[in-house]
């Protein structure tokens, strides 16, 4: 009696459009945000696959708690930076460039990181707000951009990290075939390849300030 294949899991997913607008967003874009929505969705399905609930548990807590601690960093310079518009009237301002961009969202962790790059969007967009109104200094402008900047780096070598150290469990267990099918079916622009993390960040990432000043 022939062997009868496996049927494919059917996945759920959600398509999130993000668009930005500012030079830093746009930078982050075409740098590493695709690369670490790559790690997230490498992540995920190894965790799926390997052995360990556990081991899994503990590395989506561990990327779960990475994301929540710079959500609340950047909502805190919001609240500051938006008080400053508001108290003093800026106005809008618009942009020469934009880019759009389309991500599936096969798990919380990829929503999480998605909502965390549009209030990196949102940060650049006040701060520029700020500056082309007068409120801040280039070099004001400037510092505060490269700090939020290095936090997202910060976020994305951890992430692609992690799950290198992932498919190496995966690895272990002789799961890296099926590890590797699926990851090409759900990430085909990056043809399952997780990314390494001195291509994904090509700068040196500094230690980080608890709080962009």
């Not at 490269?146 to 692609?160: A, D, F, P, T």
Request: contains cysteine; hydrophobic residues 40%.
């Amino acid at each position: 009696m022939a062997k009868q294949a496996k049927r494919k899991y059917s996945r759920p997913a959600l398509k999130k459009v993000v668009v930005v607008n500012s030079e830093a967003s746009i930078d982050a874009m075409g740098q590493y945000v695709n690369q670490t929505m790559s790690a997230i969705y490498s992540l995920d399905v190894i965790l799926f696959y390997i052995g360990s609930a556990q081991v899994a548990e503990e590395a989506n807590a561990r990327v779960d708690k990475l994301f929540e601690q710079k959500l609340q960093l950047f909502d805190k310079e919001i609240t500051k930076l938006q008080k400053i518009v508001e108290d003093n009237d800026i106005e809008e301002i618009e942009y020469s460039e934009q880019r759009t961009k389309d991500y599936k969202v096969y798990s919380p962790l990829c929503a999480t990181y998605i909502k965390l790059f549009k209030k990196f969007e949102l940060n650049t967009n006040l701060i520029d707000r700020l500056w082309l109104n007068g409120e801040l200094s280039s070099s004001q402008r400037n510092g505060k951009v490269l700090k939020l900047g290095r936090h997202m780096r910060n976020v994305s070598r951890q992430v692609i990290n992690m799950s290198k150290m992932a498919m190496k469990v995966a690895q272990s267990e002789g799961k890296e075939a099926e590890v590797n099918a699926s990851l090409k079916e759900i990430d085909p622009e990056n043809n399952g390849k997780i990314a390494d993390p001195k291509e994904a960040v090509p700068i040196e990432v500094e230690s980080e300030e608890k709080e962009v000043a």
